[in-house]
């Protein structure tokens, strides 16, 4: 669909003009995925969709077996300069070309990617590739930011960006607009249910949290 597509786009574009500056801004593991990281085992197999910088190998195992994925070319440059003894592949996690070429997982991790999708069908497929490339007995950690927090309560009055979607946000880095999809916990569920994905919802104060 044009419309999809130009807003996938428009992500690329934005994290590929502010890559460096946005790297330089995620130099550290969130609170919320400290817990979880912690469990991964030392030569286990991780994919991280929507790698970005590669920021989550600095709360992996040394000695992890991993591939990281990101549709933006400049971040990407940022995680091979900063981890070049790893994997990462600039690609569009939402294009079935991409996932057929992929093995399965003891872990995948998909942190603040999520609410880039623009559609209810993107967000399925991705759920769907996810499921079928973890291993029997691997575990999943999918974050997507709580646009809901009160810094972001502003950016949700926008009338012609609502009349588009009532989901959708445009949440601003240096002056620059970046889409958003604003998930719920009932939204998340519901998504969670249509592909038979067995997680747990939880939602912090900046994160919602499927695991």
Request: charged share 25%; hydrophobic share 35%.
């Amino acid at each position: 669909m044009p419309q999809e597509e130009n807003i996938i786009t428009s992500v690329k574009n934005i994290y590929d003009n502010i890559g460096k500056e946005f790297s330089s801004s995620r130099q550290y593991i969130w609170p919320d995925l400290k817990p979880y990281l912690k469990n991964v085992k030392s030569g286990s197999s991780v994919l991280d969709v929507g790698c970005g910088n590669g920021r989550l190998l600095l709360g992996l195992p040394e000695k992890t077996k991993y591939t990281g994925l990101d549709i933006s070319k400049e971040l990407l440059k940022e995680a091979e300069r900063a981890h070049p003894e790893h994997k990462f592949y600039e690609t569009d996690i939402t294009k079935e070309s991409l996932w057929k070429h992929l093995p399965q997982y003891d872990y995948i991790f998909c942190i603040a990617v999520f609410h880039h999708l623009p559609t209810k069908k993107d967000q399925l497929f991705v759920l769907n590739q996810i499921k079928r490339h973890l291993k029997p007995r691997g575990k999943i950690l999918i974050t997507a930011w709580n646009l809901w927090q009160p810094k972001y309560l502003k950016y949700h009055f926008d009338l012609k960006t609502k009349l588009q979607n009532p989901h959708f946000v445009y949440i601003p880095f240096q002056g620059k607009p970046r889409f958003c999809f604003a998930m719920t916990t009932p939204y998340l569920k519901k998504l969670l249910e249509s592909v038979n994905l067995k997680l747990k919802v939880k939602k912090s104060p900046h994160n919602y949290i499927l695991n």
